[in-house]
């Protein structure tokens, strides 16, 4: 019969592993094969994106599911079990996992996993690996989110370009209008008129003389 430190020990483990499958999300795999040298490429990778990785006993990680609930997992906890979990990046574990499973075939397979607070399957976790990292759903999301107001501001420029041009025609009109100066000489000429009168006006003054 197992002694109290060692039970205190199991029961301290159970509570670590129960803790990260409160996590956002988390991939369980099976790894029999894998090197020494792909198991180290493998952890800095995941350590880069913030995801926990480690080799967890079928016993003690059975009890765990049990604790929040993941007992669909139970069937998959037979042979060698390690588990990849996230606490705030949702697509960090399935996506650094897939790209191992897919190089090093079949040494490194995915049993299934986990994402926000539900059992997924393998070709769920294939397809949560697909899914865009954060800051790149972000800047997607943001670029969805400013593309109509880029819309609207060139809009807003062409308008303006188009009523800034209305507004230069009426003032290359205006040297038309200094011209009118000109046309009120008329009468000037007019008043020519009447000093011919006299001229005409002698006329009969000739006729009394004769």
């Known amino acids: 019969m197992p002694n109290t430190k060692v039970l205190e020990s199991k029961k ?11 996590g956002v999300s988390g991939v369980l795999v099976d790894y029999k094969g894998i090197s020494v040298a792909e198991d180290t490429e493998l952890r800095v990778k995941l350590r880069a994106e913030g995801v926990d990785y480690s080799v967890v006993k079928n016993t003690l990680l059975r009890f765990a599911v049990n604790n929040v609930g993941y007992q669909e997992l139970e069937p ?3 042979g060698t079990t390690s588990l990849a979990t996230s606490v705030d990046n ?4 399935a996506k650094v996992i897939k790209e191992f499973a897919d190089k090093l075939e079949d040494k490194f397979t995915i049993k299934g996993g986990f994402y926000d607070g539900k059992v997924i399957s393998v070709s769920e976790v294939n397809a949560l690996a697909s899914i865009p990292d954060l800051p790149i759903l972000r800047a997607q999301l943001l670029g969805t989110l400013l593309a109509p107001i880029a819309q609207l501001a060139l809009v807003v420029k062409l308008v ?12 290359a009109e205006a040297p038309a209008e200094e011209t009118a100066p000109a ?18 006006a002698a006329e009969p003054a000739e006729a009394a003389a004769e």
Do not use: F, N, R
């Open 12 to 22: 301290s483990q159970v509570e670590a592993i129960t803790e990260k499958l409160k």
């Open 76 to 78: 998959l906890l037979s």
């Open 90 to 93: 949702a697509v960090a574990p």
């Open 160 to 171: 303006a370009e188009k009523g800034g041009a209305a507004d230069v025609a009426p003032a």
């Open 183 to 200: 046309e009120e000489a008329a009468p000037e000429a007019a008043a020519e008129v009447p000093a011919e009168a006299p001229a005409e």
